[in-house]
């Protein structure tokens, strides 16, 4: 393939982007140590990192559309660098979201879309199906190291030292970008900022909603939040239900809004004719449910080692190398299969993998960890995410003609993000609440005296917060707790760690079953072609 540098540069900005959530899930323990706080805060701050980016990229998408998209690039990695060089420096837990969740996250939303478009303006042809299938194995690259890079910065020195480390590279990204080619015309359109709101609106509520389902409860309300003592929970309904029933009426309106705008001879945020297009609707729906499998996993399973089994970070990325390994190799022979099967068998070769790789890491949930069991899981779930990887972004951007290559990266990039923003709000909310409904019914049913039990249900009425469960021994003590009581509140609690933990696999599970179903509209043919567009008008 010629012209590599161009993949090169474009690569290292997609590393970046990707390498962010993983390096942080392997450090949660530390973090949460470092600047003071809890696991649930973190829990937010890495669903609003990703939730930041689903919420704006169509902007970001539009923006590239109207100041041209290597200009949009460059921008976008200096935001993303400065948003990188605060969360470095931060003091505390509000400065890390503000560097990590907003300012990071905005910058990649002009970042990400670009990429997508600008490997369509710099590749033809076969050279074009191999410049995405390097970004896709990039991004497997990056999930693959960021736990091991995660793990031995920070174990050997400080998790700040990753974040500098990005400053850096998007420095030199800036730098050597000029060696890109932006070929398509700049747009003069007005962006309608009503789209925006409505959009981020919607997607900001159907997410926030997830996340506090834990607190709130699904329908029943569990802890209602007050406003001047006045209990928040329309129709005896809870939050969480209204929050998400809004968001998606936002979304509708969003999509009507649209057709409206383009009616009126005026330019929509988002063409929604596109999702007319069978192949690119599948493949995008494919993309979110993988990302959301992805997020989660890796928020269950860094958990695990690190509060349930006591590992550091270190450990934890060693735990996680069976997936690295196979993720960056099944990329690789995802792509090579590529010329004998097609998009369609490979991609549902990896979603089967992935179920029954959900199905052994639930099986090696154990106080002792059934190790075997475990790297099994994470090698088959590495390989069957290289195997997606490899082919789903090609299967996208080669759906649409050229003048919407911008608009179908800013739309991969929403499924990618809105994916890990629900994989995290989704599952960790599952393991949360399941931990919380564990713990309650194992202190009821314990040996624990009438009192200790009555003490610890007024303590957690509102919900278990996520320790180490080496450290509830010493918390239990320090409360006035006997040794022996306090002994047996930490087995308690070591079990319905284990019990939300498998509570949360089931739910990864139901997630790739699901995805499987949407799958059927991916090219069934061996090779992929732009469509032209008379193509566009097909309907599914």
């Known amino acids: 393939m010629k012209k590599w540098n161009v993949v090169i540069v474009l690569g ?15 450090s949660i323990s530390t973090v949460v140590s470092d600047l003071d706080t809890s696991v649930t805060a973190m829990q937010a701050a890495i669903t609003f990192y990703t939730l930041t980016m689903a919420a704006f990229m169509l902007l970001g998408a539009k923006l590239g559309d109207v100041w041209g998209r290597r200009r949009a690039f460059v ?3 200096c935001v993303y660098a400065a948003g990188s060089l605060i969360t470095a420096l931060s003091p505390s837990v509000g400065f890390l979201f503000l560097g990590w969740s907003i300012i990071e996250g905005l910058g990649a939303v002009l970042v990400i879309p670009a990429i997508a478009a600008l490997v369509a303006d710099n590749y033809r042809g076969a050279e074009r199906v191999t410049a995405f299938a390097v970004i896709g194995a990039v991004s497997g690259a990056a999930v693959a190291a960021g736990p091991l890079i995660g793990g031995a910065v920070t174990t050997y020195s400080s998790w700040r030292f990753v974040f500098v480390a990005e400053v850096v590279i998007m420095l030199g990204v800036v730098v050597c970008a000029r060696i890109i080619t932006d070929s398509t015309p700049r747009q003069s359109i007005r962006i309608d900022i009503g789209s925006v709101l409505l959009s981020s609106a919607g997607l900001v509520l159907i997410v926030f909603g997830m996340l506090q389902s834990k607190t709130w409860g699904w329908v029943v309300p569990l802890y209602t939040p007050e406003i001047a003592g006045v209990p928040i929970a329309p129709l005896g309904v809870s939050l969480t239900t209204w929050c998400i029933a809004l968001g998606a009426a936002l979304i509708a309106l969003f999509i009507g809004w649209q057709r409206r705008l383009i009616r009126h001879g005026r330019s929509p945020l988002m063409q929604p004719d596109l999702f007319s297009i069978t192949t690119l609707r599948s493949g995008l729906s494919v993309l979110g449910a993988q990302y959301a499998v992805t997020a989660g996993l890796f928020f269950m399973v860094p958990v695990y080692l690190q509060m349930t089994l006591g590992y550091d970070a270190l450990e934890t990325g060693l735990k996680i190398f069976p997936l690295s390994v196979s993720l960056i190799l099944f990329s690789i022979v995802g792509t090579a299969l590529s010329r004998r099967w097609s998009p369609r068998r490979i991609v549902r070769v ?21 190790g075997g069991l475990f790297a099994s899981g994470m ?20 759906s649409v003609s050229e003048k919407d290559t911008s608009e179908a990266g800013g739309l991969q990039g929403v499924f990618q993000n809105l994916g890990s923003s629900l994989g995290t709000a989704l599952i960790g909310s599952l393991l949360i609440g399941a931990l919380s409904t564990s713990f309650a019914s194992g202190v009821a049913v314990s040996d624990l005296p009438s009192e200790v039990r009555e003490t610890v249900s007024a303590a957690t009425d509102r919900g278990v917060t996520v320790v180490p469960a080496a450290d509830v021994a010493g918390i239990g003590e320090a409360a006035g707790l006997s040794e022996e009581d306090s002994s047996e509140l930490a087995e308690v609690y070591r079990e319905s760690q284990l019990s939300s933990l498998r509570v949360s696999f089931v739910g990864l599970i139901l997630i790739s079953l699901l995805s499987i179903l949407f799958s059927r509209g991916i090219p069934a043919e061996v090779s992929i072609r732009r469509k032209d567009d008379a193509d566009l008008a097909e309907k599914p």
Not at 350 to 370: M, Y
Not at 380 to 397: D, F, H, I, K
């Open 12 to 26: 290292a900005a997609q590393f970046v982007m990707v390498l962010d959530g993983t390096v942080m899930n392997v």
């Open 75 to 77: 921008i976008g990695s």
């Open 379 to 398: 090698f088959l779930a590495g390989g069957a995410l290289g195997l997606l990887a490899s082919q789903l972004g090609n299967v996208n951007m080669s």
């Open 350 to 370: 990896g979603q089967s993998t992935l179920v029954l790789s959900a199905v052994l890491l639930l099986g090696s949930v154990t106080e002792d960890l059934r």
